[in-house]
């Protein structure tokens, strides 16, 4: 299975701390916040992983061909794509009918053995939730197992997909195809997650006492 880290955004809530180097390289304790998803990736294994970049896009290049890993980078140039968008970009060039996606910019010690032995059956997904965090605003309910849009729980920035969803809907951004989409399936997190969207969450991340790796 191929596996997708989107890492094209400009971190714009981030600054100053992004405005020379792009978010998913901002360091945790000696490693780049991009390292912890390569890391959780490579214990399922998967067989490839695809990052896309376009926001000061040469650093994280330059860091990835330091790394000896299997690992793709996709250029989208000099303006993120966005979310939906960058993915539909990548799978141009996949064979595969079926992939994870995981955001560069969350921090997580979750297990994705469980996610890639999941049969999505007829779903085109199956997203992560979690329950929501008090600094973010939340994305969807639960109602009779069925995800709706909602505050209670937040999109860990964590699936699995079919390449249908991405040829069904047009929309740039991801969030906007998932709250479209019935027939999504999901799974409820309860371990250890950060958005790391803003600098005082990033020193949050920094202070944790164990750190995923």
């Known amino acids: 299975m191929k596996a997708i880290i989107l890492s094209s955004g400009k971190g714009k809530r981030m600054m100053p701390l992004t405005k020379d180097i792009p978010k998913p390289m901002l360091d945790i304790n000696g490693e780049p916040l991009l390292l912890n998803k390569i890391k959780i990736l490579e214990k399922v294994p998967i067989e490839e992983i695809f990052i896309n970049v376009a926001y000061k896009k040469d650093i994280i290049k330059n860091y990835v061909s330091t790394l000896n890993k299997n690992i793709k980078i996709i250029d989208e140039g000099e303006e993120p794509l966005g979310t939906a968008a960058g993915i539909r970009n990548i799978i ?105 969207g803003t600098p005082d969450r990033l020193n949050k991340v920094r202070q944790l006492k164990q750190h995923p790796s």
């Open 92 to 196: 141009t060039t996949l064979i595969d009918e079926i992939f994870i996606v995981i955001n560069s910019d969350i921090w997580t010690d979750y297990n994705l053995n469980s996610l890639k032995d999941l049969d999505l059956k007829d779903n085109l997904a199956h997203i992560v939730l979690i329950k929501t965090p008090d600094y973010l605003d939340g994305d969807f309910d639960i109602k009779n197992g069925i995800i709706t849009s909602g505050k209670d729980y937040t999109f860990s920035g964590i699936g699995k997909y079919r390449r249908e969803l991405f040829v069904k809907y047009t929309s740039k951004e991801l969030g906007d195809i998932l709250r479209a989409e019935e027939k999504i399936s999901f799974s409820i997190y309860n371990g250890q997650w950060m958005d790391v």
